[in-house]
């Protein structure tokens, strides 16, 4: 007849209990994270108006005519031309139509 220790047998039934704990642990599934909304993009004439405002208030360039529109990202980049024969170039947020870059050559 062959006598168990106590010890391994309560070591065994606590590694088969935890072990049981993991195993119904991972079968929960994992819930997606919550999706959050996009920021529409404040759109092409609207990052040209608030370039020009800017050129216009900041640098006193009026009549400008823009010259080059593109979005590339999160960033609008316009440049214009004034009637005095200034360029400004201006990067503009997409999503909040805040200037993030502006150059002007007279």
Same mark, same amino acid.
């Given at each position: 007849?062959?006598?168990?220790? $106590?010890? @391994?047998?309560?070591?065994?039934?606590?590694? %088969?209990?935890?072990? !049981?704990?993991?195993? =119904?642990?991972? /079968?929960? $599934?994992? @819930?997606?994270?919550?999706?959050?909304?996009? %920021?529409?993009?404040? !759109?092409?004439?609207? =990052?040209?108006? /608030?370039?020009?405002?800017?050129?216009?208030?900041?640098?006193?360039?009026?009549?400008?005519?823009?010259?080059?529109?593109?979005?590339?990202?999160?960033?609008?980049?316009?440049?214009?031309?004034?009637?005095?024969?200034?360029?400004?170039?201006?990067?503009?947020?997409?999503?909040?139509?805040?200037?993030?870059?502006?150059?002007?050559?007279?």
């Amino acid at each position: 007849m062959s006598r168990h220790h $106590p010890t @391994a047998l309560l070591s065994l039934l606590l590694t %088969l209990a935890l072990s !049981g704990f993991a195993v =119904a642990g991972c /079968a929960e $599934p994992v @819930a997606p994270p919550p999706k959050v909304a996009a %920021l529409p993009d404040i !759109g092409r004439d609207n =990052a040209v108006r /608030a370039a020009a405002y800017d050129a216009q208030t900041r640098f006193g360039i009026q009549n400008l005519t823009p010259m080059f529109v593109n979005r590339t990202g999160e960033i609008w980049v316009v440049e214009m031309s004034g009637a005095d024969g200034a360029m400004v170039h201006y990067a503009i947020g997409a999503f909040d139509g805040s200037v993030r870059e502006r150059h002007v050559r007279h």
